[in-house]
């Protein structure tokens, strides 16, 4: 929202990926560190570290994060109603959605069964997802990477279209690789 709110076009779409970026790194390191503290103080402790965290994201953003969405009008209006009629008449705006919809549906269902086939299935420590998760981190920085380069001057459809074919892609591999018996976490992990 706050992006929304500074910038337009192009640029919203080049510092959203910068953005992205710097956030995949904390989920990059979070499964490894989260492994780790549920391996050394119980699957309870890491319910205590989030908490811990979220109060201070809570402080340092009240305390350093000033309003940004700048009142073009001082009346009672509908302003926020007015905003999501306007961009629900947008046909492009069902495509956006479906679209993310089926990237993040795909995306979550693999990372909440992933730890349970790595720890049920192929009896891997819960250290093991964080390590192979930085497959997954990985692809998603090269892609902002890509889209904060090159976002401003290719169109918003291309960089979607693109990003939807190498994910389709990306997952019919590793379904194909998990029926031809690759179980290795790498075979797993690698294509998401």
Excluded: K
């Amino acid at each position: 929202a706050v992006m929304g709110d500074l910038f337009r076009g192009g640029q919203l779409a080049s510092r959203m990926a910068m953005l992205t970026m710097v956030m995949v790194i904390g989920t990059t390191i979070s499964p490894v560190i989260g492994g780790a503290i549920t391996e050394s103080l119980g699957w309870h402790s890491g319910f205590w570290a989030l908490t811990g965290m979220a109060v201070l994201l809570l402080a340092l953003s009240s305390a350093l994060l000033p309003e940004t969405r700048r009142r073009t009008d001082t009346t009672a209006d509908d302003g926020l109603a007015g905003a999501a009629r306007e961009m629900f008449a947008h046909p492009a705006f069902f495509g956006y959605a479906l679209q993310a919809g089926v990237i993040y549906g795909i995306f979550l269902v693999f990372i909440a069964l992933a730890p349970y086939l790595m720890a049920d299935t192929l009896g891997r420590p819960a250290t093991d997802f964080g390590v192979y998760y930085i497959f997954i981190s990985s692809g998603y920085f090269l892609g902002n990477l890509y889209v904060t380069r090159f976002g401003a001057s290719t169109s918003a459809q291309r960089v979607t279209a693109a990003g939807l074919w190498l994910q389709f892609v990306g997952a019919a591999a590793g379904l194909g690789l998990a029926f031809a018996g690759f179980t290795h976490p790498a075979w797993l992990f690698a294509p998401m």
